[in-house]
T-cell receptor
Framework: AQKITQTQPGMFVQEKEAVTLDCTYD???????LFWYKQPSSGEMIFLIY??????QNATEGRYSLNFQKARKSANLVISASQLGDSAMYFC?????????????FGTGTSLTVIP | DTAVSQTPKYLVTQMGNDKSIKCEQN?????MYWYKQDSKKFLKIMFS???????INETVPNRFSPKSPDKAHLNLHINSLELGDSAVYFC?????????????FGPGTRLTVL
């Protein structure tokens, strides 16, 4: 099974609207972490937000929030009040801990386009 | 100060050549990684390395080899470059354990093999 699944290859959102990018994960590690990264057209990978498996509350960072539904194994990214600069690829990732160190898994990404 | 840096940013070379990409992190992290991102934006882990162990993705050809002179550096050497090696290569680092263990990425190196 895929460790991280992003089912939306591309998404469009009107400027100033909110958008949800989907991510589901699969793990048996009780102590995992979930991340979202943004990759604009310039190419760099920018860390956006983190959610730990034991965190009771959904993570928030400015306009980004992570809708963490543990029983469903989903970790959707919500971007509120979209801006033109939010147009980018977004990657969901998961960290598992093992006796050889951290293992990271990435989804295939969602391309978000913000329409003026 | 740049947390994770890579040089060069762009690398254009001929098939069959040998090249290296350098990576340095000043975050004090214990583990460093190399990823390959293909033209479809898929990120593939190539190596992870801490001061104790190198973990190699078994699908990576042995023409690729990481070299770590110290904890803050993990360079990528590529021998006998092939057309299919053209991609963007990212270096990243994270702590071993503790806190969020967030992985931070370098700016990437775009390799073009002609």
């Amino acid at each position: 099974a895929q460790k991280i699944t992003q089912t939306q290859p591309g998404m469009f959102v009107q400027e100033k609207e909110a958008v949800t990018l989907d991510c589901t994960y699969d793990t048996s590690d009780p102590s995992y972490g979930l991340f979202w990264y943004k990759q604009p057209s310039s190419g760099e990978m920018i860390f956006l937000i983190y959610q730990g498996s034991y965190d009771q509350q959904n993570a928030t960072e400015g306009r980004y929030s992570l809708n963490f539904q543990k029983a469903r194994k989903s970790a959707n990214l919500v971007i509120s009040a979209s801006q033109l600069g939010d147009s980018a690829m977004y990657f969901c990732a998961m960290r598992e801990r093992s006796n050889t160190g951290n293992q990271f898994y990435f989804g295939t990404g969602t391309s978000l386009t913000v329409i003026p | 100060d740049t947390a994770v840096s890579q040089t060069p940013k762009y690398l254009v070379t001929q098939m069959g050549n040998d090249k290296s990409i350098k990576c340095e992190q000043n975050l004090g992290h214990d583990t460093m990684y190399w990823y390959k991102q293909d033209s479809k934006k898929f990120l593939k882990i190539m190596f992870s390395y801490n001061n104790k162990e190198l973990i190699i993705n078994e699908t990576v050809p042995n023409r690729f080899s990481p070299k770590s002179p110290d904890k803050a550096h993990l360079n990528l050497h590529i021998n006998s470059l092939e057309l299919g090696d053209s991609a963007v290569y990212f270096c990243a680092s994270s702590p071993v354990a503790g806190g969020t263990d967030t992985q931070y990425f370098g700016p990437g190196t775009r390799l073009t093999v002609l």
